[in-house]
């Protein structure tokens, strides 16, 4: 036997690493520092190499696949001005804790610091916005790096890592030898809960006359959403959850209260005002959540459950802190409940909160409303379409009237939101699931903002349903004008300069739609859904002073909502 | 108040910068910052001095804990330790000052590693307040330049060896309440 290891260039070491780590897609557009990769990748045939047109977009597409499948989303881009692109999208899946892996190439190692043609310090750039990152110095480093990168963005609480590839490094020759495990000293993500604190958490429990479960993205994340419908359902608990963790509950399930916080229900923040014990599951207390954070479930204690102990007494000090993966504390948590609490009273309260106050919009003038399209297309895929969003008001509305019943179908930019995140998203998420339909609701502001993609999409005949909520306005802001700032709609109308978007879409040989009149909608959004030869785009054209209610203003007591414009004979 | 972490990290490329972006990028203050092998090659030390409230604190302690490239952080602040600076400074004497300043010298138990007709350089050592109060003795004599190291400290007592990894386990986890 030959004991001789055969040798491989880092090209061939770079797509096998990824072979074994089961990479499917690869993100990507070429340039002079991969140009090694892009000539191995040509032979390559178990990996698929996804052209897109512009980075940010193949780093939205990773997300959107990782989003959708739970696994590590990859991208691959050049040097210089192509890492630099991907930079929005890294902070992104930063924000929202998406697993994505970029190879960003980078000049010669001897050249670095030379302000060589397209160098960029990527590593040096996305410092604070990477779970990690890794600049391949030598190529005997490079399988290794390979596998730590995929471990450190897929465990633990999701990130984004980079990893930059000096192209002689690519071009080098080595033995192979890939780690089957790696130790981390500093690296070692805690998964089960303190036993003494899941005890006393079950003890609140029991005791608790007025407790709600307020669920994040981390529950998807992490797979719990079967652990957190048992523990739900088996107390008889009312669940909030926030834009990311829509989903981890079936939104049609009695006891989900939809989502709570700036754009929440006004039941769901009711019950955070008045709960006595609120259960924090994978959840950070952002400030869209918590409003003024003084105020938050002031007279609850409050017990949270996340695996980052950095999120923990951030934003809100709380009494009862478990640092683990809230999967495995959740089901501890059931299993430790011997006595359920009785909620008679506290759900009555509740139900009374949603008569109060339920959401509601108004047609009455006979013009579109994006809120109808949203309902009528919850009730048309019955809430198990993957449901895409750009940023902005029809974001809200999508977490306020589509009722998501099953966990990674609700793909949005949360915490940065990044308009633009929509359509290269949705491309991302239609090459992970086949079995769904693909809806991209966005916005004509958002859409624009990466509408190359329409390229990519097309080419690869996806099925993306694209719906254009189009207010030829940028709805939100313009919002945030009429209720703050005076009424003062400086530089929100697109109305004169939006593109005809049926006619743009035909450019990329895409089927569209226009409509405006109520009664197409249902037919529309039928044909659309049936159509699977390719992308179809509608655009859907609404009316323009629409604004997203209930509303928390910025920095007030979530108590402090404004259900619904005033009248001008109520102001009276 | 002031606070010292002492922090083991690995003794790698950009390790020393991961920490500088993240009290940038959280927006804490380095008061001073040392760095230096350890009997590890592979590992080195960080001695960290920063200000903030309890609550602040505690969140730079966790965001060290979460970087990958830490090993294993300790707030040294109210635990019994050494913790030494070593001051260069260099001041300016004429006739009849030069003897002063050697006492004074003395007095610190520090050592004159430099003289020129003009100058002399001394070098000491010891805690913060001490370092402080020298230069605030030699202020008089004119102090033309004065290079401090930033603060190293190391807990007394030494750990039995098993201790400490059990606590490299507890501290990276962090169980915080």
């Excluded at chain 1, 450019?507 to 009664?519: E, G």
Aim: negative net charge; glycine residues 8%.
């Amino acid at each position: 036997m030959n004991t001789k290891k055969k040798q491989m260039t880092g090209a061939d070491i770079f797509f096998e690493c990824l072979r074994r780590e089961g990479v499917e897609y690869i993100f990507g557009y070429p340039g002079g520092a991969v140009l090694k990769l892009y000539e191995k990748l040509y032979d390559v045939d178990f990996i698929k190499h996804i052209l897109v047109r512009h980075e940010q977009g193949a780093t939205h597409m990773a997300e959107g696949y990782a989003k959708a499948t739970g696994k590590v989303g990859v991208v691959l881009v050049t040097s210089g001005p192509g890492a630099t692109n991907t930079v929005t999208g890294i902070a992104d899946a930063y924000m929202d804790s998406v697993p994505i892996v970029v190879f960003t190439g980078q000049v010669p190692t001897h050249l670095i610091g030379n302000d060589a043609f397209q160098e960029a310090d990527i590593c040096g750039i996305t410092r604070p916005i990477t779970k990690h990152n890794f600049l391949v110095r030598d190529i005997s480093e490079l399988a290794s790096t390979i596998k730590q990168a995929f471990y450190i963005a897929s465990t633990g609480r999701p990130g984004p890592v980079v990893v930059d590839l000096p192209k002689n490094v690519i071009n080098s020759i080595t033995e192979f030898h890939y780690p089957e495990k790696i130790e981390l000293r500093g690296y070692k993500p805690r998964i089960y809960g303190h036993q003494n604190q899941i005890k006393k958490a079950a003890m609140m429990i029991q005791k608790s006359k007025r407790p709600l479960l307020y669920v994040g993205g981390g529950v998807i994340m992490s797979g719990g959403h079967r652990e957190l419908y048992l523990l739900a359902k088996e107390n008889n608990l009312p669940v909030t959850m926030t834009l990311q963790g829509l989903g981890a509950f079936p939104g049609t399930d009695p006891q989900s209260l939809g989502m709570l916080g700036m754009h929440g229900t006004y039941w769901a923040n009711q019950a955070v005002n008045n709960c006595d014990l609120i259960i924090s599951l994978g959840a950070r207390f952002d400030d869209r959540v918590t409003g003024k954070v003084d105020t938050f479930a002031k007279n609850a204690y409050k017990i949270h459950v996340d695996i980052d102990p950095t999120c923990i007494d951030k934003n809100v000090i709380v009494d009862l802190p478990i640092v683990g993966d809230v999967k495995h504390v959740m089901a501890e948590l059931a299993a430790e409940i011997s006595e359920k609490p009785d909620l008679t009273e506290w759900w009555e309260q509740i139900e009374a909160w949603k008569e109060e106050c339920p959401l509601e919009y108004d047609m009455s003038d006979g013009r579109l409303r994006a809120q109808y399209i949203i309902e009528k297309l919850s009730e048309l895929t019955r809430g198990d379409a993957v449901v895409v969003t750009d940023v902005g008001q029809h974001q809200m509305w999508v977490a306020q009237y589509y009722k998501f019943n099953h966990p990674r179908t609700n793909i949005t930019s949360g915490g940065l939101g990044t308009m633009g995140f929509g359509l290269p998203a949705a491309i991302g998420v239609a090459f992970a699931v086949k079995d769904k339909p693909i809806l991209c609701i966005t916005g004509d502001g958002g859409f624009q903002m990466n509408m190359q993609e329409l390229t990519t999409a097309a080419y690869y005949k996806l099925p993306i349903k694209i719906f254009i909520i189009n207010n030829s306005f940028l709805g939100m802001v313009r919002q945030w004008q009429e209720l703050f700032h005076a009424e003062k709609y400086s530089f929100t109308d697109l109305s004169d300069s939006n593109p005809d978007f049926v006619k743009l879409a035909e450019a990329f040989d895409i089927k569209a739609y226009s409509v405006s009149n109520i009664s197409d909608v249902e037919p529309v959004l039928k044909e659309a859904l049936e159509y699977n030869d390719g992308p179809i785009l509608v655009d859907f054209k609404v009316a323009k002073e629409d604004m997203v209610f209930p509303i928390v203003p910025a920095g007030a007591s979530i108590s402090d909502m404004i259900i619904r414009r005033l009248d001008p004979k109520e102001m009276m | 108040m002031l606070h010292v972490i002492s922090a083991l990290v690995e003794n790698k490329f950009g390790a020393f910068n991961r920490v500088v972006t993240m009290f940038s990028a959280k927006g804490y203050n380095i008061h001073s910052i040392s760095i230096g092998e350890t009997e590890d090659p592979t590992i080195s030390r960080m001695t960290i001095v920063t200000e903030g409230e309890d609550k602040v604190i505690e969140q730079i302690v966790k965001q060290l804990n979460r970087l990958i490239d830490t090993i294993k952080i300790v707030d040294l602040t109210y635990q019994p330790k050494v913790q030494r600076e070593l001051l260069l400074i260099s001041v300016g004497y004429q006739k009849g000052t030069r003897s002063e300043i050697i006492d004074i010298c003395e007095i610190f138990r520090g050592n004159i590693v430099d003289i020129n007709n003009r100058t002399l350089m001394l070098e000491i050592t010891g805690p913060p307040e001490k370092i402080d109060a020298a230069i605030n003795v030699l202020e008089p004599y004119g102090i033309k330049e004065i290079a401090r190291s930033g603060l190293v400290a190391l807990r007394r007592g030494e750990q039995s060896r098993k201790n400490s990894e059990a606590e490299i386990e507890t501290n990276k986890v962090g169980e915080l309440k």
